[in-house]
């Protein structure tokens, strides 16, 4: 109690707490306020506790300020294996199944119905069955033997997968919207001649470029899916054979071979792996479930909320999508209010979603993604600073940022633990070394801490498949790949993606031009879904081709006093004009230069997608296309211009 009178100097020295006459009611109440503290300080939330000084988080690699490693490594040695009997995709899930044994693996579900697990024990089984029958078809057990696979993301792919490992064969993934060219391609240079398919449609369209003569080496299709009788007699005309799955797995001819222990270094494969599949191994590394939407993007939304997913690898576009909603369905004022007060704890290092806010506002957009997440990874493409920071709130789970490439497995930088500051894509990983080297054309220097961003390491691939040339521009000779990004060191060492190398042009008046950089700073606008940048050396000034967002075009024009339907609104030339004026006013916050911004553009229904050959299948955009396609409007544009 003599602790208390130095709380209250005020009071005069000769005061004691025995001449206080309290009531009651009045001590109960300081009895409930003291307990009220003493719970405060127990359970008050902590800070995540970062594994570096935030400050600095890469170190300079033999005193260069323009090379730098991961602060979590003693010394410059790169990591080359997290653990010593891991080192093979077959080795990672082979310590999943260690660890997780008969528990549950790869998640599905039919509509309206929960999800159902295939375990650990019996996905193993499965693909150790599988393997064997693809070499009782015929395939070799070495890295030179390709399988093609043909299907959408569900676990007989996984299953698949596994089965070309354990055998220490090369997976070779196929997408309809290569394209007929690329398809061909692609099975002529694997000299592939078996491939796994999900669907009869996708089984037609390989049987039509052997019918063709165009793919010889293909052989034979294995289908998950039941198929009809005249595609069989269809495959037998052309030569090809044609299986169900439960055909070739076949327990009772498993082989016994030595060459069960997969040897192969995923990193000689061709490489058009999507780098959310290498992360998607690393889950099974550690014994955990992964759960596949239904194959229909209209029900993604209800599969997350069924699934309740703990960690949700994402791309930059679908938490733009939500940030809009949230923005769109609240009340603004208190919306603002709230993210500002859990963004206060985020700058103090504490991310939680049982505050206050969470249970008053924010429980209802958590509850949309499951209501169980704690890690969210985005990568693949940037993600505006105030969406990230304003979904790190509202969230309430740790949110990572990633930057790499498939070349190099990946991920090269990752956000620290305990670092939730925007505008960057974290530090080195470990098993990589980041450098910058000068571009004298967009004058962007090293010395300066900018340049084009090369990585070497362990997780580098060696080179393109049976491609010398394409090898030779992309790998130097001292190792580094050239991943044609233009990146900045910031002063706590992590890095910010700047620019981009390729793709420039020149403007008539000589200045440079980085299209897809302009175009990440337009996406940022409430009513644009996709845009793009398009100028010309014999023009001087830009113009732009913009989607605009379907699901808050409509409300967002209303706002400015416009209506009519989305298409209708697109033709309205008072909404380009109030677009425009939008993009701009991002563009001048963003620090674009006059000469970066779009003078005209045209307002388009239809979205960019890789089924319209106007994306790639890792979405993105595919320029020669996009500009043969716009071509008649980007005329008019420049004509109207100039009159």
Not at 408 to 422: I, L, V
Not at 594 to 616: A, I, R, W
């Amino acid at each position: 109690m003599d602790n208390l009178k130095t709380l209250l100097p005020s009071l005069p020295t000769s005061f004691s707490l025995s001449s206080l006459s309290l009531s009651p009611s009045s001590i109960i109440g300081l009895g409930a306020l003291a307990s009220l503290t003493t719970y405060w300080l127990v359970t008050r939330p902590r800070p995540t506790q970062p594994p570096c000084d935030l400050q600095a988080q890469s170190i300079p690699v033999q005193g260069d300020q323009s090379c730098r490693r991961s602060a979590l490594l003693t010394d410059d040695n790169l990591l080359e294996f997290y653990y010593e009997d891991t080192k093979t995709v077959y080795d990672m899930f082979q310590r999943g199944l260690q660890i997780a044994g008969n528990g549950p693996c790869l998640g599905f579900r039919n509509p309206g119905e929960p999800y159902q697990w295939i375990s650990y024990t019996e996905v193993a089984e499965r693909a150790q069955v599988l393997g064997s029958g693809l070499l009782a078809k015929g395939c070799k057990p070495n890295p030179q033997q390709f399988v093609g696979i043909f299907a959408q993301n569900r676990p007989e792919w996984v299953i698949a997968e596994l089965a070309c490992y354990t055998f220490s064969m090369a997976l070779v993934p196929l997408y309809d919207t290569l394209g007929l060219e690329a398809m061909v391609h692609i099975l002529n240079l694997a000299e592939i001649s078996m491939v796994i398919c999900d669907k009869e449609d996708k089984a037609e369209s390989l049987l039509k470029h052997k019918e063709k003569g165009v793919t010889p080496a293909l052989s034979c299709l294995v289908l998950f899916n039941p198929f009809s009788a005249a595609l069989l007699e269809r495959g037998r005309k052309c030569g090809v054979e044609i299986l169900q799955l439960s055909q070739i797995m076949v327990r009772n001819i498993i082989l016994v071979l030595l060459c069960t222990v997969a040897h192969l270094n995923p990193l000689v494969l061709y490489c058009i792996v999507h780098s959310f599949s290498l992360l998607q191994v690393s889950m099974f590394c550690h014994g955990a479930r992964v759960g596949f939407y239904q194959g229909d993007i209209s029900l993604l939304m209800d599969d997350i909320k069924t699934l309740k997913p703990t960690f949700f690898p994402v791309v930059p576009r679908l938490l733009n999508r939500i940030y809009d909603k949230v923005s769109a369905t609240h009340q603004r004022a208190l919306l603002h209010y709230a993210v500002r007060r859990k963004q206060a704890e985020l700058s103090s290092g504490v991310v939680r979603n049982n505050s206050v806010w969470d249970r008053l506002i924010f429980n209802k957009i958590q509850a949309s993604l499951g209501g169980n997440l704690r890690f969210i990874l985005t990568a693949s493409a940037p993600i505006s600073p105030t969406v990230l920071s304003f979904l790190r709130a509202t969230l309430g789970c740790l949110i990572f940022e990633g930057y790499g490439q498939t070349e190099c497995t990946a991920g090269c930088t990752f956000s620290m633990p305990g670092d939730w500051s925007a505008g960057h894509v974290g530090a080195p990983l470990p098993c990589a070394m980041v450098k910058l080297t000068d571009i004298p054309d967009m004058n962007y220097y090293a010395k300066n801490g900018e340049g084009e961003i090369c990585i070497r390491g362990h997780s580098v691939f060696r080179g393109y498949l049976k491609d010398e040339e394409r090898t030779g521009e992309t790998l130097d000779a001292d190792g580094w790949l050239h991943t044609g990004d233009v990146g900045q060191w910031l002063p706590n060492g992590t890095l910010r993606i700047v620019d981009r190398k390729k793709h420039i042009f020149k403007l008539s008046q000589g200045e440079y031009i980085a299209p897809e950089k302009i175009e990440n700073v337009y996406t940022r606008c409430v009513p644009v879904l996709q845009v793009f940048v398009h100028g010309d050396s014999l023009q001087s000034y830009l113009i732009g081709v913009v989607v605009p967002d379907p699901e808050v075009f409509v409300d967002w024009a209303k706002e400015r006093g416009i209506v009519g339907s989305y298409e209708e609104l697109c033709q309205n030339p008072d909404v380009k004009k109030a677009v425009l004026e939008d993009m701009t006013a991002v563009g001048k916050e963003a620090g674009l230069k006059s000469f970066e911004q779009v003078k005209d553009l045209y307002l388009h229904p239809d979205m960019f997608s890789v089924s319209n050959g106007l994306l790639t299948p890792t979405l993105k955009s595919r320029r020669v296309d996009l500009r043969r396609v716009f071509s008649e409007q980007i005329a008019r544009m420049y004509r109207k211009s100039s009159v």
